[in-house]
């Protein structure tokens, strides 16, 4: 049983497309996240929910944008997509309560614009 | 503003000796450390964590150290065994607010049989 599931997993679209990236958890988690690795492998964050509330929104580009329709889904939409959108996106949930710990993550989707 | 930095993107290691990869942060508010280990086309896997209370934290061949005075810390594996081949990303925590993992930009360990 897939704990974060991510679909799909691979996409290749070209520039200019609007595409949208669904994450899904099992676990009973109340949060859930989107990161994103860049060309240089570096991870970072890009949007969080908690129960369908949008608590982190990291200074992303209002092209992209994350909806949460209950705790246990988080779907990030991305409209006019650009080269720099290239790169691999993971979806991760954790417990609230849980501080520190608990974050499992997806597999991840491999975005390629061209 | 990188807080959370890896300075060794790889690191060679024998098997059978002591894998040592190290991480600095600069946020001295992180108040909880962790470790994930990341195969290709995967998500990272949780492998070991540290509260700023604690100075080391051991789980089998796997010991974290912590030193807050240099906001340093390094994760220990021994003995390296071939599965430990992987991307190790070292992550911080601020446990209080809107949590999220800060992550540093990883370390490709590789175990030569």
């Known amino acids: 049983d897939t704990a974060v599931s991510q679909t799909p997993k691979y996409l290749v679209t070209q520039m200019g497309n609007d595409k949208s990236i669904k994450c899904e958890q099992n676990?009973?988690?109340?949060?859930m996240y989107w990161y994103k690795q860049d060309s240089k492998k570096f991870l970072k964050i890009m949007f969080s929910y908690n129960n369908k509330e949008l608590i982190i929104n990291e200074t992303v580009p209002n092209r992209f944008s994350p909806k949460s329709p209950d705790k246990a889904h988080l779907n990030l939409h991305i409209n006019s997509l650009e080269l720099g959108d290239s790169a691999v996106y993971f979806c991760?949930?954790?417990?609230?309560?849980?501080?520190?710990?608990?974050?499992?993550f997806g597999s991840g989707t491999r975005l390629t614009v061209v | 503003d990188q807080q959370v930095k890896q300075n060794s993107p790889s690191l060679s290691v024998q098997e059978g000796r002591i894998s040592i990869l190290n991480c600095d942060y600069t946020n001295s508010m992180f108040d909880y450390f962790l470790w994930y280990k990341k195969y290709p086309a995967e998500g990272p896997t949780f492998l070991i964590s540290?509260?700023?209370?604690?100075d080391k934290n051991e789980d089998g061949r796997f010991t974290v150290f912590l030193n807050k005075s240099a906001k340093h810390l390094s994760l220990h594996i021994v003995p390296s065994q071939p599965g430990d081949s992987a991307v190790y990303f070292c992550a911080a925590v601020v446990r209080f607010g809107n949590e999220k993992l800060t992550f540093g930009t990883g370390t490709r360990l590789t175990i030569i049989p």
């Open positions: 991760a949930s954790r417990l609230a309560s849980q501080r520190g710990y608990g974050y499992t």
């Open positions: 676990l009973g988690h109340d949060t």
């Open positions: 540290i509260s700023s209370i604690k």
